[in-house]
């Protein structure tokens, strides 16, 4: 998301869907003058901790109208979001409203092409060309929670871009970073050779 954002250097950015904070943090860093809405006011409390108390961060639902006037934002990072949402039309509308004319909006969600194969080598009889919810269970720190996706075809992902006033300029499916061997041994280890990370970036300017 960093290398497709640039030199962000004054750059007013909106992080929809900021989490607890590190891409906002990272995007500052770089000189990005940043706001964060995520619809979790705990996410908002760990990223205020990251980010400092005087950190912009409000509470917001990326189903709802943002609390900006139009124009307010030069980029938005949506970084892994929208694949949690049914409807994509409101968003995207929404988010287009707060960028300026020729501003950018950065993408990232889970490659669906990785997900069709990773839920047929579990036996589930996906098909690609549907738009179906997913549920899975997560385990972290001795807590469960049930997460529910949204897997969409490409073609539906690129549809709902275009026909929400957005030009597609980047579709991009990375490598792994380099560090990323030492931080995961794992993974490499179970996936030799492995090609890129199993998610879609796309970079998009309102027209």
Known sequence: ML????????????????????LSLALRDRGAIVTGIDVSAGMLELA?????????????????????????????????????????????????RVLR???RLFVSVEHPFAITLMRRLAGDKTNYFEIRNRTEE???????????????????MTDAFTAAGFRISVISEPPPAPEARELFPELFRELPGT??????????ISD
């Open 48 to 96: 205020r901790r990251r980010l400092g108390v005087h950190a912009d961060l409000r509470v917001a639902d990326l189903d709802s109208p943002r609390p900006f006037p139009d124009g307010a934002f030069d980029d938005v990072i949506a970084s892994l979001v929208l694949h949690y949402l049914e409807d994509w039309g409101p968003t995207l509308a929404e988010l287009r």
């Open 3 to 22: 290398e497709l954002a640039g030199d962000v250097t004054g750059r007013r950015i909106l992080d929809a869907g900021c989490g607890s904070g590190p």
């Open 138 to 156: 997560w385990t972290m720190c001795g807590q469960s929670a049930q997460m529910s996706f949204w897997d969409r075809p490409l073609h539906a």
């Open 101 to 103: 004319p020729g501003g």
């Open 195 to 204: 090609r890129f990370l199993g998610f879609l970036f796309f970079a998009l």
